[in-house]
Each structure stands twice: as structure tokens, then as C-alpha cells.
């Protein structure tokens, strides 16, 4: 059997999970399921990077010592993976001692082939990035990443002979034309290494600045460079280094990599270098994506703007969640994460397109066939065609996953189930019966399942579960097998005529509106209220009124007759007010929080007469009382003037 073998980054442990890693682990997911669904034996490897500088900063300050810091935010990817039923085969952490047993057997290999020397290096080290950079790289003396000021450090230090490896690299990359996909990385790519003298990589950092590392095999006073030693991961976590029995590493490498583009060069020339330098096979492609943002923001902890994964999966569903990313990203370039557009998108495709097709069909087919797979007659000319965009749908998706084009497969598999409905609204099944056409009414209902269950297969992938649920719902459920798809596509006819199949279920309810994360919506609140203020402020400082305007409202005095709780409401009160009109006034206001009712009946206050009515929680308020307001201080506007009278 072949084998199929993807892999994604390895996440820093010093920032908990958020979106962007969800979309990685889920693209992988996806890639593995497709892959077992061709008929491979399929592997996928997830985990962290826990060595550098940067954990152990973000360990000092949660007082805690790196490991025990590590171990914490370690588990809560691997419980996020299992919450989101990412099918991975191993979650490899780099304090593992397999893999550091394997980064020593790198390093060493390196070294006695001569790629590696001690030599002396002054540089621009941003701590951010765990990297020297050149004069040339910085922007305005700034690292580009973190826009922070870099301290220049000059220390001796082991060297990779990176430098050497340029010309082979840059016509490998030549000879490979998909590489490194898309195109547009790939050209990036070409572009560092036509302009450039690559420059040998420093590969150590000495123990008396840094402890936190894999201790280089062949200097005690040194660690390893955290990038060299995260690269390694995807070796090492098949026995590469670590173990005599290298028969995981023979089945499944080379790897398929998926990465952000945030991590192209050391992906795109770091590993590869160090790959040919230790003679191994070179990884088969670089699979880059662009980020995820938050209206047009990179997701950052310091924004604010990060997406939790686990609270979008519960709340829309998590094939709904995973359908969204893979559809609306277009691979290679950013796209933008919002509920409305996730809302829209499941509603569209999800409800209206797929879940509705699949309700039509099953109740028309409990109404006509009594929940049994009717039997196919003689095909029309619209039933073919039906037949024939599945099957050249199929094909498409299927080559469009192996080039990680999700959004475009996807795009393409809708074009038949649209065409479906249309081809329900055609063929009108109930006109069908009514005129006792049975054996056509049996046709078009067949014709739907049996396409139907193909579209369910092709979805596993993408919508594991749901996949499974549309199958059961039409009987059959697929097992993987090496020629699965080879069968499903060469032939009709899968469901048994006669089988029983279940009733209409709504596979996909329609979304009404985005959800409220508690956490946001304390935000949200907070955020409103600051602007509020602000605005008040701003007024109170620059906005000047006409007099005429002043001269519209209607300021009068009144008595409070009744004050007493709003039945549903903890912060409004009920009032009933004499303004020396006919009745008294109901009025509705918002100071439950400064005064007690009890304590307001027969107080004198200012009211604001005439705004127009407006309904407060149920109950319709005739006007305003008018109160002062300072900081957290409040207090009633009060005069001793008669019922009624006007305040100008
Ligand atoms: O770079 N949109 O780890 P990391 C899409 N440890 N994907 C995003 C994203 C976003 N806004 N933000 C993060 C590291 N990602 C190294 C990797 S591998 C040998 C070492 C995803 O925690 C995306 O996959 O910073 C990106 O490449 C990765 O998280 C970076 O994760």
C-alpha cells in the first residue's frame, strides 16, 4: 500500500491556541482523510516547539520553570486537537527525548561531514524571532517582524555551511516546479536565493545565555538553535536518530508540509539544506498558506482580535467550521475570519444548498417509496447529465485536493448539487405522482440518492461526521479500502434497491445570527461604554447647541406619584409622575442602581415632556426624568416649583 505522510508546524508553546493553528491542523486533518480515502496508508503529525528563548521568558513570567510551564500549554493543544477530532497519529513535543536523541544524531552527521564549524559572529539578535539579522535586513534598524530594536551581540558560535547548498537548492527548486506551492512562494523563494549570498546559519547559542535547549553532541557549553532542532521534528518523530528500526522512516518519508507563510524560510531554505547536507531525501512539497485576519488584522494575543476555535466549532457546528475555513480561504493568500461571513456561508451552502437537497429528496422518498430505495429505470437525457456532473465534478475535486486547492474543490463539487435541486424543480416528482408515473418517479428519486451518496463520500474529508451522518441516512456507509474512490466512480449504481433509508433530518440548520462569546460580549460591553463616555466627553468639550434647538424641549416639574421595580428588568424603575396634567405620566427610567423606589415617592423632579413614547422592556415610557451625573455619583434634578410648570 502507498503512503501518504502530512505534517504541520509545530506550535510555540508560548501563546495558547487560536484559529490560525486550527486552520493548519484542520487543513492536515483534511489531507489525511482524502489521502485514506484514495485507498493510502495515510499519517499526520502534529505538536509543539518548546526550546528558545522565548518560552523561557514567557515561563518567567508566570513564575513557573520552563518545563512545568511547557507541559501546561502543551496539553491544551493536544486537548484542542481531540475537541476538534483531528484524527493525528502523534503529537511529538521537542523535550521528547527521541526527538532530542534525533537532533544530536543530525547535528553529529553534519558535523563529522564538515558542514558545521566554530567561528566567531557579531550580529543584530532579535529575541522575538530567536535570529541574528543582517544590517540589509533590518527596516529603519527595526526587526520586520516585531518592529522592535534588536541587540546587537557578538559571541562565538557553530555554523551550519548553509552557503554551500545554494546553488543545489535553487535548482532543485528550478527542477521542481511545485515545490514549493503556490507559485507565488516558490518565486519568493527563488527571489532570496538569485539576490543573495545565503549565509551560513548560526546553529548554537551558548548554555551561559541560554539553557533552555538540546545540548549540542559535540560542545557541552552550547545548545541548539531552536529552528534547527524544530525542523528535525519531522524526521525524528518517525524513528530518524532516535531508534535502529527505521522502518517508519522508510514508509513514510518524504512529508507533505503545510505551513503560514510566517515560516517560509526556514521551510523553504533552512530544512531543505539540512536535509541534503545529512544526505536524506528531500521533503516532497511545501504547502504555504496565507494568514487568517480579523478585519484585515493578523490575529495577535496584544489585538486583542484572536479567534478561539473550540467556541466557533461548538457554536456553528464543527463540519459547518471546518467547511467555512477550507472553502473561504483560497489557499496561498489571506482571507478574512468573520461570524457574519461564516453565517452566510453555511447558510448558502450548507442549509440552503446541501442540507436542503438531502431534506427534499428523503421525504419525498419516505412520501412516494415508504423509506425504500425505489428501483432505477430506463435513464433520460437529464438523468445522464446528472450522472455525468457528479462523476466530472469528482474528478475535478479530486485533483484540485492534491494540489491543496480546497476552495476551488469545493467550489466545483456545488456545481452538481445545485444542479440537483434544479434537477428536482424540473423533473417535479409530485406532478410525477399525482400522475401515477411511477416507474419515472422511481428513476428521479434514484437517480438523486445515488448521486447523493457519492457527493456524501467526497465530503468525508471535509465534513467527517456529517459525511457519515448523510450516509447512514441513505443506508450505506463506506469503509476505506484501497480502491474506494476507483469504485465509487465507475460505477451507478451503489445503494440496494428495496434497502431501507431514513426519514428527512436537517442536516444543517440555518444560522440567524453571530454568536455572542461571553468573553467578547464583556468586551464588547465595556468597549460600548468607553465610547459612550467619549462621546459625552467630546460633546460636553466642542458641541454648542442653537438656541432654538434648547427652545424644543419640554422641561416641566412634576411630583412622583408611584415608583416601584420594572417586573422585568433589575435596572429600571417604574414611575408614575403628576406633570398637572389630566392623568399622571407613566414614565420608565434607568436608576434602580442609586435610589429605592420607596425613597422617591413624593419627590419633586424635572421630566422631559416631550419625547415621543418609547417601550422600555415591555413597558411604554412617556417622557424622562433628568438626572445629574459625575463619575459613579448620581443624582435626581430637582425643584421646588409647582406641578407643571415649564423650566426655560
Ligand atoms: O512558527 N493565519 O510556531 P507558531 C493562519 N514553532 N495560520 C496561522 C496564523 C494566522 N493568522 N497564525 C498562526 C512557529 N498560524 C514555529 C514552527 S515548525 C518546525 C516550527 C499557524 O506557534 C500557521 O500554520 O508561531 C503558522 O505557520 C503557524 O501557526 C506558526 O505557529
Not at 502530512?6 to 482523510?33: C, F, W
Not at 425613597?599 to 424635572?606: E, I, M, Q, S, T
Not at 415610557?621 to 406641578?643: D, F, Q
Amino acid at each position: 500500500m502507498s503512503s501518504f505522510y502530512v505534517t504541520t508546524p509545530i506550535y510555540y508553546v508560548n501563546a495558547r491556541p487560536h484559529l490560525g493553528h486550527a486552520y493548519t491542523t484542520i487543513i492536515a486533518d483534511t489531507l489525511k482523510r482524502f489521502y485514506a480515502l484514495l485507498g493510502m496508508d495515510a499519517r499526520m503529525l502534529t505538536g509543539t516547539d518548546e526550546h528558545g528563548d522565548k518560552i523561557v521568558k514567557a515561563a518567567n513570567k508566570e513564575n513557573k520553570s520552563p518545563k512545568e510551564f511547557v507541559d501546561g500549554i502543551s496539553h491544551e493543544f493536544s486537548t484542542l486537537w481531540k475537541d476538534l477530532k483531528i484524527d493525528y497519529d502523534q503529537f511529538i513535543r521537542t523535550t521528547d527525548p527521541e526527538h532530542k536523541k534525533s537532533v544530536q544524531t543530525l547535528l553529529q552527521k553534519i558535523y563529522d561531514k564538515g558542514d558545521i564549524y566554530y567561528g566567531e559572529y557579531g550580529g543584530h539578535y532579535c529575541f522575538g524571532c530567536e535570529r541574528f539579522y543582517t544590517e540589509k535586513e533590518l527596516e529603519d534598524g527595526l526587526c520586520p517582524q516585531h518592529k522592535t530594536k534588536p541587540e546587537y551581540i557578538s559571541e562565538k558560535n557553530y555554523f551550519f555551511k548553509m552557503s554551500k547548498y545554494q546553488e543545489w537548492l535553487k535548482q532543485y527548486i528550478l527542477d521542481n516546479p511545485d515545490f514549493i506551492r503556490p507559485e507565488r512562494y516558490r518565486n519568493e523563494v527563488l527571489a532570496m536565493l538569485e539576490g543573495n549570498v545565503l549565509e551560513d546559519l548560526c546553529i548554537s547559542r551558548p548554555k551561559s545565555r541560554l539553557e533552555w535547549g538540546i545540548e549540542l553532541p559535540f560542545d557541552k557549553d552550547y545548545v541548539c538553535y531552536v529552528w534547527f532542532d524544530a525542523l528535525a521534528n519531522y524526521i525524528s518523530a518517525l524513528g530518524w536518530g532516535n531508534s535502529d528500526d527505521l522502518s517508519k522512516f522508510n514508509t513514510y518519508w518524504p512529508a507533505e508540509h503545510l505551513v503560514a507563510k510566517d515560516i517560509l524560510k526556514p521551510h523553504a531554505i533552512f530544512w531543505p539544506t539540512m536535509l541534503k547536507a545529512a544526505d536524506l531525501p528531500i521533503y516532497k512539497h511545501l504547502n504555504v498558506h496565507g494568514y487568517w485576519l480579523v478585519k484585515d488584522t493578523k490575529m495577535s494575543k496584544s489585538l486583542g482580535n484572536v479567534v478561539d476555535p473550540r467556541f466557533a466549532s461548538e457554536h456553528f457546528g464543527l463540519d459547518a467550521f471546518r467547511y467555512f475555513l477550507l472553502r473561504d480561504m483560497h489557499f496561498g493568500s489571506d482571507a478574512s475570519y468573520s461570524e457574519e461571513a461564516l453565517i452566510s456561508r453555511i447558510n448558502s451552502d450548507l442549509a440552503n444548498d446541501l442540507g436542503n437537497l438531502f431534506s427534499r429528496v428523503l421525504s419525498m422518498n419516505a412520501k412516494y417509496f415508504a423509506k425504500e430505495v425505489p428501483a432505477l429505470g430506463e435513464l433520460t437525457e437529464e438523468d445522464e447529465q446528472i450522472f455525468a456532473s457528479v462523476d466530472n465534478a469528482a474528478q475535478n475535486y479530486i485533483q484540485l485536493f492534491k494540489e491543496v486547492r480546497f476552495s476551488q474543490a469545493l467550489e466545483g463539487l456545488w456545481e452538481p448539487i445545485r444542479l440537483m435541486n434544479k434537477y428536482v424543480d424540473s423533473q417535479a416528482p409530485w406532478t410525477l405522482f399525482k400522475e401515477g408515473k411511477s416507474e419515472r418517479l422511481a428513476t428521479v428519486i434514484r437517480v438523486l440518492l445515488e448521486n447523493m451518496y457519492k457527493i456524501s463520500v467526497l465530503l468525508y474529508p471535509v465534513m467527517p461526521e456529517s459525511s457519515q451522518k448523510m450516509q447512514v441516512q441513505l443506508g450505506k456507509v463506506f469503509s476505506l479500502h484501497a480502491k474506494l474512490l476507483d469504485d465509487l466512480l465507475s460505477c451507478k449504481v451503489h445503494l440496494r434497491t428495496g434497502a431501507s433509508i431514513a426519514e428527512a433530518s436537517n442536516l444543517f440548520p440555518r444560522l440567524e445570527k453571530p454568536a455572542e462569546n461571553p468573553e467578547e460580549k464583556k468586551q464588547n460591553t465595556k468597549n460600548a461604554k468607553q465610547k459612550k463616555t467619549k462621546a459625552k466627553e467630546e460633546n460636553a468639550d466642542t458641541a454648542l447647541i442653537e438656541f432654538a434647538d434648547f427652545q424644543k424641549l419640554d422641561l416641566r416639574v412634576g411630583t412622583i406619584l408611584v415608583a416601584e421595580l420594572h417586573p422585568d428588568a433589575d435596572k429600571l424603575l417604574r414611575f408614575e409622575v403628576d406633570l398637572g396634567e389630566e392623568k399622571p405620566r407613566q414614565i420608565i427610567s434607568g436608576i434602580a442602581e442609586w435610589y429605592k423606589p420607596a425613597d422617591l415617592v413624593g419627590h419633586k423632579v424635572v421630566v422631559v415632556a416631550n419625547l415621543p413614547p418609547r417601550k422600555l422592556r415591555g413597558l411604554v415610557s412617556h417622557g424622562m426624568i433628568l438626572t445629574a451625573e459625575k463619575g459613579e455619583h448620581l443624582s435626581l434634578l430637582t425643584s421646588s416649583a409647582p406641578n407643571g410648570a415649564k423650566i426655560s
